[in-house]
Structure formats: structure tokens, C-alpha cells
């Protein structure tokens, strides 16, 4: 779902993320809030102030985002969901859950997290809108205070909306969950409805481009967005089914290729990513797994300095990102590879290599068994 991500800080325990898109965003935003400010207040104001305002006000916005997300994670964490993160991007934030809640109670409770937070920063920004307003308090600081809380309350609608994956959805997931104590038929039945809302957006931003009213694409692009999230998400919930009880031994290889520290770059390309197609490989120091190398570490190193540079200048130590645990469940493996974008995991037990687990082996299972399953 996301694209090059950065980490910003760690709030309330959630490592908060920034994907590549939301920083152009933040840029449009104060374009255009600074633009609405030009036109709705005094035009005696210096031409920087405005920037300000637009600035403060977009940031304003995002912390916003990020307290709803809070809202999802806090109540996620008390019920036992392990939260990755809270990642904001083009269309505001999401809080990342690396597994499904236990019950329809608990997928209730976590899914109005996010907008009860809405609500509560709606009325206190708009109530400290009428305030200033009374008060007669500077005209920005009460333009300002107006956006906020005309921005929290649309995203507290819109949230609502009983389209899977957005909150609405997920309330709605949880009574079709306790109706029929299926969470296959719940989540299938509401990303149905989510895909089809993504493509009411999607239809409906591309009549307002036709008929000239550009602005309309971001309706199109957001359509698309839930679309795809709303299909992803019922694949998810089949894959993660499908692997419940399987190990990571089961499905790795349990005679891994690995390369030396001070192996040269231009031996790993000619001698292991040529020969064995592999875009990673575990580096071993006298049988000793110390980290990995990918072919993306190296990719900007010159072809007349990759045959005096060694793997133990770009190696990346062990972590949870690139290791796991031979008797971690598969579907532990599955996630975290796809948050990483890691296609091969390396495989340890008593912190020795004892194999790889790869991104194609999983999908080829899944695959089979979601065969059998449909027949």
C-alpha cells in the first residue's frame, strides 16, 4: 500500500511513519489553505503571515489525523492487536494492525476509536471557534480554528461511511460478525461494499474531469485507494486463515546460499545474483549469520569501484525486519515482509541460519490452497 517510508518520532508507544507522498501533500495544503485565508480575511496582512497560517493549519490537520489513528491503536493494543505503526500518507494516516481482532466486540471498539477522537477534537475546535468569535480574538486565530473543526467533522463523516476499510466498515464488519460468527463472510460481504463505493468515487471523479471541473480527480484517485485497500484487505484476512498452524519451517529452504563479509561487490553480482537469480543473501562470518546484503544496498555503486568494495561495507545486521524465527507462525512471516517490502526473510533458530523463507513460496501455497478451498 505504501511507497518509500520515513520514521518521524514515537508517540504514546506507535512509531509514527511518513510515506514519500505525504510530504508534497503538506506542501498543497498550505498552498491552498494560505489561498483561502487570502480571500477570507483582512487583506491588510503582511504576505507571509498568510504562508503561516496555511502552514500551521495543515499541520494542524495531520496532528489531527494522527490523534484519530491513536484513538484505532490505543484501544487496538488494550485488546491484544499488535499495532506496526501509525503512517501517514497522501489520504491522511492509517494505523497499521498486524492481525485481526479476536471478536466482533473487539473489532467494534477498535474501529469507533478513531472517530469518537474526531468528534471530540470537532467539538472542541468549532466550540473554540464560536468562542473567539464572540470574543472578537484576531481574525486568523478564528478562521483557523474553523478549518480545524470543519476538517475534523468531514473526516468524522466520511469515516463513518459503511465502506470497508474505512471506520464505518469496520462497524459494519463487527455486526455482521456477531450476526453470523463468521468473520470470512463479514469482511468478504464488506469489502464487496467498499470496493463498490471505491468505484462510485472513481466514476464520479471522472464525470466531474469531463466535465471540466479537474479538482474532481482527487475523487477518482481516493476511489481508487479504497477500491484496492478494500480488495487487499479480504486477501489479507484469506492469506493470514490460510497459513494459521503453519510454522516458517515448513515452507523455507533449508539449504540457504550465503556469502563471506569480504566478498566483493563484483564477485556477489557475478558469482550469486547472476548464478542464483536471488535479490538478497545472507552474509556468514566463520558460521556466524552477522546480517544480509541486497542487491538494492549496492545498486549505486559504480562498476570500477564494486571490485575493491566488500559485502561487510553495505551488510545490514540481523533485526525483525530481515530475520525471523524458525517456529514463528507463517503468517507472522507474510506480514512482515509485506511491511518491509523484504521478499526473502532469513531463517534462525538458536540465532544459527538454518534456512530462507521466501515471498514466492508463500504466495505458491496460498495459491493452491485457495484452489482447493474454492472448490
Not at 16 to 44: H, M
Not at 255 to 260: A, G, L, R
Not at 341 to 361: A, C, F, P, Q, W
Amino acid at each position: 500500500m505504501f511507497g518509500t517510508r520515513f520514521d518521524l518520532f514515537q508517540v504514546a508507544g506507535f512509531q509514527l511513519r511518513a510515506d514519500i507522498s505525504w510530504f508534497p501533500i503538506v506542501l498543497l495544503f498550505t498552498w491552498s489553505l494560505q489561498g483561502y485565508f487570502r480571500e477570507q480575511l483582512s487583506p491588510d496582512y503582511a504576505d507571509w503571515l498568510y504562508w503561516v497560517l496555511g502552514f500551521v493549519t495543515a499541520i494542524g490537520l495531520f496532528v489531527s489525523i494522527i490523534l484519530h489513528e491513536l484513538g484505532h491503536s490505543v484501544v487496538a493494543r488494550r485488546h491484544g492487536v499488535p499495532i506496526q505503526g501509525i503512517t501517514l500518507f497522501i489520504f491522511g494516516g492509517v494505523a497499521e494492525l498486524s492481525g485481526e481482532p479476536k471478536s466482533p466486540r473487539s473489532e467494534f471498539l477498535i474501529a469507533i476509536g478513531g472517530p469518537l477522537v474526531s468528534l471530540v477534537l470537532a467539538i472542541f475546535f468549532l466550540g473554540a471557534y464560536q468562542v473567539t468569535q464572540r470574543i472578537q480574538s484576531p481574525d486568523f486565530l478564528v478562521g483557523c480554528l474553523q478549518v480545524l473543526g470543519r476538517v475534523n467533522l468531514a473526516v468524522l463523516v466520511f469515516n463513518l461511511i459503511p465502506a470497508y476499510p474505512l471506520d464505518g466498515g469496520r462497524v459494519l464488519r463487527s455486526i455482521l460478525w456477531s450476526y453470523k460468527d463468521r468473520l470470512e463472510w463479514a469482511t468478504r460481504v464488506v469489502s464487496k461494499i467498499g470496493a463498490g463505493f471505491g468505484m462510485f468515487l472513481i466514476i464520479f471523479g471522472v464525470l466531474g474531469i469531463i466535465s471540466g471541473e479537474f479538482g474532481m480527480l482527487w475523487f477518482a484517485i481516493l476511489g481508487l485507494f479504497l477500491r484496492t485497500a478494500a480488495q487487499m484487505s479480504y486477501r489479507q484476512l484469506m492469506f493470514r486463515q490460510a497459513l494459521e498452524g503453519e510454522t516458517v519451517r515448513h515452507f523455507m529452504n533449508p539449504e540457504p546460499i550465503s556469502v563471506s563479509p569480504t566478498t566483493s561487490l563484483e564477485q556477489l553480482i557475478e558469482n550469486y545474483v547472476y548464478v542464483h537469480h536471488h535479490k538478497m543473501f545472507p552474509v556468514v562470518d566463520n558460521d556466524k549469520l552477522i546480517g544480509s546484503i541486497s542487491i538494492d544496498q549496492i545498486k549505486s555503486v559504480s562498476s570500477d569501484e564494486r571490485s575493491h568494495r566488500t559485502v561487510s561495507e553495505f551488510l545490514r545486521p540481523c533485526s525483525d525486519e530481515n530475520t525471523i524465527d524458525v517456529n514463528t507462525d507463517a503468517a507472522k512471516a507474510l506480514s512482515i515482509m509485506t511491511q518491509s517490502d523484504n521478499s526473502r526473510l532469513m531463517v534462525t533458530e538458536n540465532e544459527e541460519l538454518v534456512g530462507i523463507v521466501s515471498l514466492k513460496d508463500l504466495q505458491k501455497f496460498l495459491s493452491l490452497k485457495m484452489e482447493f478451498q474454492e472448490d
